[in-house]
């Protein structure tokens, strides 16, 4: 692509590092905010710049949140004896979208991946530990990938829980979704929440 404005050839670059904008998306979009009044521009701008400088992740359970701690877990009205463990905060957005979970969270960041580098200190599992040591946490529902690295993932926390009271559950499977829960649509998702499973008729965790 040949640009007669080096500004505008900068611009387009910075677009394309988005997923799945390619030079010519990334060109119809700032052509088209060329089109828009200055100010709004500056306010396309400044909402990202200040996203990125003052979004932080909640020191309860990693969500992203504009204080310390997410309006998730700080809701009284949230029945905080349930956690729900999701790999991204997409699949926390995901799962609320359907209004049919009140109670919390806890975002792990990814799943075990040996393959990739990705081990338990790479996740938010030390802190889920301590949240349910410390907290009267009766349920943590497992509301991982149905893969293998996602088996292995919900495994290996219900053998670091085993030992501490608490139910562990799975989101129920083999309904048409594949992949990642953020495809799933709202119904599906909101079914597998409703029918979730103990986790003993799903994997052997006492390992008798
Ligand atoms: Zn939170």
């Known amino acids: 692509m040949?640009?007669?404005s080096k500004l505008v050839e900068d611009a387009v670059q910075e677009f394309s590092r988005l997923p799945g904008i390619?030079?010519?998306?990334?060109l119809r979009l700032v052509l088209q905010l060329l089109k828009l009044h200055e100010s709004e521009v500056d306010q396309f701008t400044g909402a990202i710049s200040r996203m990125r400088h003052e979004v932080k992740f909640c020191k309860e359970c990693?969500?992203?949140?504009?204080?310390?701690?997410?309006?998730?877990?700080?809701?009284?009205?949230?029945?905080?004896s349930q956690v729900c463990v999701v790999e991204t905060i997409r699949d926390v957005i995901a799962i609320e979208s359907t209004q049919q979970y009140n109670g919390l969270y806890h975002v792990l960041g990814g799943i075990l991946s040996p393959l990739d580098g990705i081990g338990p200190e790479q996740?938010?599992?030390?802190?889920?530990?301590?949240?349910?040591?410390?907290?009267?946490?009766s349920e943590i529902i497992m509301a991982l990938s149905p893969t293998i690295e996602g088996d292995t993932t919900v495994y290996f926390i219900a053998r670091?829980?085993?030992?501490?009271?608490?139910t562990i559950t799975t989101i129920a499977r083999g309904i048409s979704f594949g992949g990642e829960l953020e495809y799933a649509d709202e119904m599906?998702?909101?079914?597998?929440?409703?029918?979730?499973?103990?986790i003993d008729n799903y994997v052997n965790v006492s390992g008798k």
């Open 22 to 26: 390619g030079k010519k998306t990334a």
């Open 160 to 166: 670091q829980l085993k030992d501490v009271p608490v």
């Open 62 to 80: 990693h969500n992203v949140s504009d204080s310390e701690i997410c309006g998730i877990c700080v809701n009284r009205s949230r029945n905080h």
């Open 188 to 198: 599906t998702l909101a079914r597998s929440i409703a029918k979730r499973l103990p």
């Open 123 to 137: 996740l938010n599992i030390a802190t889920l530990q301590n949240r349910v040591k410390t907290n009267e946490i």
């Open 2 to 4: 040949i640009f007669s």
